[in-house]
Each structure stands twice: as structure tokens, then as C-alpha cells.
């Protein structure tokens, strides 16, 4: 078997650093040291956390730093092996069968080896990522815990060896190792052998000066004083004992889109009663929009202890 071409990498964990940064995504020193251990060992990395922690835009962020295309596939209940793998393009050969039954003289065995080629091969996500010309794509798994288990068993080979079998064609292999993030966001455990075959991180909220950046960043129209604000409520939002009041805190995605919601309005004081204005930005539940009450909107206000 021909190992995949190695490709040049970052050089270090600081210069990947600072090529997400500089790709508007900031991540910590712990996750740059995962990404950067996944590009030097060739291996997927598995990241899990709550939905809105960044596990998807660093894949993305990551693509862009790479300069390698994203390929995303999407799983659900119910996904299979052809959505994910390849399909035969059954059309395409039918035309073709009939093409030769015209001619006359057909050999059964020649017909099924000329109907079984790539060119009737429409490739789905993992076979693109596969096929990648150099220097390979970026291949993200997302919400890998949606689908169900032997969706996870039929994930093994290409985790573990960057291949594919189909059967038609034989084992497929990569000729440039592609980067695989796949994230999860827990709604159930994935099995153990799935996680063996990947280097593995659970990805937290970001720290309150962490926060402030990606705000600072993605938000250019916002006030130094407004994204101070914004990092400050949000953190707050999502510690004890605030936190327990809802079913779900906001997430970086909710935090940078308020930030916009507040420009938008032309604040430059967050108070309570714009707080409840715009509790639909930062919830998704109508029982966590309901929960954030104007007290608890004042009480998060307040200057911390």
C-alpha cells in the first residue's frame, strides 16, 4: 500500500495560531496544539462541544489557511452509505446498455465492465475528498453524532486508512492525505472505535478576552465599549447561577450576531429593556426567551462583584 503524499504544513502551533487569527478565527492555545498534532500525524480530528463553540468554522477557517477546498458532508438520521460514499449513475448506464443492445452482439461481461466505470461514478463527499488533486481537500464530518451507528461503522475504514472499497472498482486510496475534522455536538456518545481512530478534544465556550476578540473581529461597526458589553453579558449569561435558568446558553455564533443586532439598532448602552428586545437573537427556545426576565436582564448588567 502507497502512503499518502505528505504536503507542507504550519510550521509550528504559534504560526497556525496565527494564520487562523489572521483568517478571523480565534482559537486557543489547546486547540491550535490539536489541530496543528491532526496536520503533522495525518490523523482526523474529533471534536466535540456544544452547538455555537466554533467546531465547524474552524474547519472552515482551516480550509482557507490550508488554501485546500471544503468538502462538507452533512449527517442526519438516516444517512447512508450513498449519500455519503458514491452512487452509480443509473441513467447514464441504461443509456448505454441500450446503445449496445443496439449494436447487437453484446458480451454480457464486456457490457457489465464498460457500465462499471468511473465515468458513471457520481462521487458524494468522502470519495470526493478522497479524489482531491493536490494538495487535497478539507474534508468536515459535521454532526457525525446525528447519524446512527452503522453509519459510524461504515466510517471506520476511511478514518483509519484513508480508503474506501467499492466493490465494483475495488479499494480506493488517497493520493493526498485529506484533513478531516469531524465534530459532534453529544447528543449521544460515538462508539470507541470511531474515537480511536481520531485525536480527540472536547471544545469548551471561549473565555470572556477570547470572546471579546472574535466580537471585536466579526463585529468592525460595534464600539469598543458596545463589544466589551456584549462579551460581558454573554459570559455572564453562561455561568452559574444564570446558566441554569435556560436550556441552552448562546453560543459564539449567537454573541457575534447580537453584537450586529445592537449596532443595527443604534445602541450604545445595553440596558434591560434592549436586552429583552432582542432575547430573540440570543435564544432559540421560547422558554429560554422567556426566562431571560427583565430582573435577570438588570442583575446581568450589574458590574461583577
Known amino acids: 500500500m502507497q502512503a499518502p503524499t505528505p504536503l507542507p504544513q504550519p510550521l509550528s502551533v504559534d ?7 489572521a483568517e478571523g478565527y480565534f482559537a486557543d492555545r489547546r486547540l491550535a496544539t490539536a489541530v496543528f498534532l491532526a496536520l503533522r500525524l495525518q490523523r482526523p480530528l474529533l471534536l466535540e462541544g456544544e452547538p455555537g463553540v466554533g467546531k ?66 457520481i462521487r458524494r463527499p468522502l470519495l470526493q475528498a478522497l479524489q482531491a488533486p493536490a494538495p487535497g481537500a478539507v474534508l468536515l464530518i459535521d454532526e457525525v453524532d446525528r447519524a446512527d451507528e452503522p453509519f459510524e461503522a461504515f466510517l471506520l475504514e476511511y478514518l483509519g486508512e484513508y480508503q474506501v472499497s467499492i466493490p465494483e472498482l475495488g479499494t480506493i486510496r488517497a493520493a493526498a492525505t485529506p484533513v478531516t475534522i469531524l465534530t459532534s455536538n453529544r447528543t449521544r456518545d460515538l462508539h470507541d472505535a470511531v474515537k480511536r481512530r481520531c485525536l480527540y478534544l472536547w ?36 455561568s452559574p447561577p444564570f446558566a441554569d435558568a435556560f436550556q441552552r446558553v448562546p453560543g459564539i455564533a449567537e454573541s457575534v450576531e447580537w453584537a450586529k443586532a445592537l449596532v443595527a439598532l443604534d445602541t450604545l448602552v445595553v440596558d434591560p429593556e434592549v436586552v429583552r428586545d432582542t432575547a430573540g437573537v440570543l435564544f432559540k427556545q421560547r422558554e429560554d426567551v422567556a426566562a431571560l426576565t427583565q430582573d435577570m436582564a438588570a442583575a446581568l448588567l450589574q458590574p461583577a462583584a
Open 15 to 21: 504560526a497556525l495560531l496565527h494564520a487562523l487569527q
Open 203 to 238: 471544545l469548551d465556550y471561549p473565555e470572556r478576552e477570547r470572546e471579546l476578540a472574535i466580537v471585536r473581529a466579526q463585529v468592525p461597526g460595534a464600539s469598543a465599549a458596545l463589544a466589551v458589553q456584549v462579551a460581558d453579558f454573554v459570559a455572564r449569561l453562561r
Open 56 to 121: 465547524t468554522a474552524l474547519a472552515q477557517a482551516l480550509a482557507r489557511v490550508l488554501q485546500r477546498s471544503l468538502i462538507r458532508l452533512q449527517c442526519y438520521d438516516g444517512l447512508e452509505q450513498r449519500e455519503a460514499l458514491y452512487e452509480w449513475n443509473y441513467a447514464a448506464q441504461l443509456l448505454h446498455m441500450r446503445a449496445a443492445e443496439g449494436r447487437g452482439g453484446a458480451d454480457t461481461a464486456q457490457l457489465e465492465r464498460e457500465v462499471y466505470q468511473e465515468r458513471y461514478l
